[in-house]
């Protein structure tokens, strides 16, 4: 819009009812009301950095937001995962101001890493060289890729000695089936995707069927859009419920999805029952590969 | 868990009731329920896969479940951009079998694009060579990164090119801002992120607050989590009901944020001014960008 218009516009607005035509009222008081909101955020590019640096002290000032801190959090980054798992919880972690976020790969020479949706995400730092005592531990999940990783000795070496020590041990969908592998929620409370939720008893795992579920230091979420409500509990856990309100903000999380068929006992069974099975070679490898890491 | 025990467990359950002690009665029947629901998959990895074969067929049967198409699907992957606004949409994209998912980069080595969350992305094609008759011409948000975007000729030439041939126009976040930008919304109703959604009538589009609008060919999300009831009503749109709600199971799409706190509305006044005022430089410049754009 030219600022000549704006400046007829912002007159028209003033001249109120008596402007000719009811759209050009209508479109007049609407762009006003834009000029009004928009003077909110400066007139010059000083002004708007200033304002924006005076809301940050702003917000150090409300009760109980915990603005800064120093967590080391690690997310694993494997073949064939499904990214989606991973991505939406780091959206979260790295809104945490203060923290270190890990993309996690076994490779050492950082090379991108390719997801069971067909992109890939170049991970930022080795097994070997992640901090060895963490605040978070994090592993998405995924099908083919989750089962070749359980049967990965490396892999699995490195979540059972961080998830040893981390402060939370958690996943996204799948990835309890790693930490499961990895001893990691034995006698615990547990959640994962509901393909596979009942394999979580092979862990010694009480499997829940809830969308995030905390037992102690390990917090598991259900599948792939679960990390998101998953995320922002955790974050409550450790910035309060403050600053994980001012994140779900951030990513205007207040969802509302046109169907109400995101659980298995929300769906069509005879679909449901087709896209369960779907996953049967999935669900088949991460039984055996639980059955023969007990036998070991 | 050991086969010996296994079995030593499942035999316990059939002894049920004169089960020496109740924990050991409980923990025997969910052992045994876990292995009934194990068997529906498959005893051997060939007996899972002819299982999971059938069932791919057995949802090709059910009714509207429009399985396979050949849709050409773009995302703009752009310097520090908010990746989850991609991520989401892409997941539910990538479900669309036969559909082809290109991540476009300006940059034609197709180096890694850093996103403003602090990782990567590897690009799959270059906007040079992105095919130019689209079915869903996609563009996410960002803060600082959009506006660069929105200031860069050759970029905006692809969106507007794109854009004027694709059969579907969309958006999540601020991805509106770079369509208004590219003249695609002009007249439109369209929604953004709430921070910047005032900003839409300066692209002669009428601002909706709604989680998603669909106004002719273009469709809009709001802010960042907003790409997954986005895509849902999009894969509604063009492969059906039936599928959409497939791939919402695969995600076990049914969110449940802990908070109710993720629209400027329902957020803490104090807060949401804040966080609105932290967003004051994006604003100004997608502002002004938005006003040089008309007066050229």
Redesign the interface.
């Known amino acids: 819009?030219?600022?000549t218009?704006?400046q007829f516009l912002r007159g028209a607005a003033q001249l109120g009812a008596i402007a000719p035509f009811l759209t050009v009222g209508a479109l007049a008081q609407?762009?006003a009301?834009?000029d009004v909101?928009?003077a909110?955020?400066?007139s010059?590019?000083e002004?708007?950095?200033q304002?924006?640096y005076?809301?940050?002290e702003?917000?150090m000032t409300?009760p109980d937001l915990r603005m800064h801190g120093e967590e080391k959090i690690a997310m694993v980054v494997y073949p064939k995962m499904?990214?989606?798992d991973l991505?939406?919880p780091?959206?979260f972690f790295?809104?945490m101001m203060g923290s270190s976020?890990y993309?996690v790969s076994k490779d050492e020479t950082l090379s991108?890493v390719m997801g069971d949706?067909?992109?890939?995400?170049?991970p930022?730092i080795s097994m070997a060289d992640c901090p060895n005592d963490l605040d978070i531990l994090f592993v998405g999940g995924g099908t083919s890729g989750t089962v070749d990783f359980m049967n990965d000795q490396t892999s699995m070496d490195f979540v059972a000695d961080r998830g040893a020590r981390a402060r939370h041990i958690t996943s996204v969908?799948t990835g309890s089936m790693i930490l499961g592998q990895a001893g990691l929620i034995n006698g615990k409370k547990a959640t994962s995707?509901?393909a596979v939720r009942?394999?979580l008893?092979?862990f010694?795992a009480?499997a829940v069927d809830a969308?995030?579920v905390r037992d102690g230091n390990v917090m598991t979420g259900?599948?792939?859009?679960?990390g998101?409500?998953f995320a922002?509990?955790l974050l409550?856990q450790i910035r309060g419920?403050?600053y994980?309100?001012?994140v779900?903000?951030?990513?205007?999380?207040?969802?509302?999805?046109?169907?109400?068929?995101?659980?298995?006992s929300?769906?069509?069974p005879?679909?449901?029952?087709?896209?369960?099975?779907?996953?049967?070679?999935a669900?088949?490898?991460m039984?055996?590969a639980?059955?023969r890491q007990?036998?070991e």
Chains 1, 2 share one sequence.
């Open positions: 819009m030219t600022n218009r704006r609407r762009a009301a834009a909101e928009s909110r955020f400066g010059t590019a002004e708007a950095y304002i924006a005076k809301a940050h702003d917000l409300l499904t990214m989606l991505v939406g780091q959206f790295s809104a976020v993309l991108p949706t067909g992109f890939a995400i170049v930022t969908c995707h509901w009942h394999l008893p092979n010694g009480e969308r995030v259900a599948g792939v859009s679960a998101l409500d922002l509990a409550a419920e403050a994980a309100k001012s779900q903000l951030a990513a205007e999380y207040a969802p509302d999805p046109m169907f109400n068929a995101g659980t298995l929300s769906a069509d005879k679909m449901g029952d087709a896209m369960h099975k779907m996953y049967a070679t669900i088949f490898a039984d055996e639980s059955r007990k036998r």
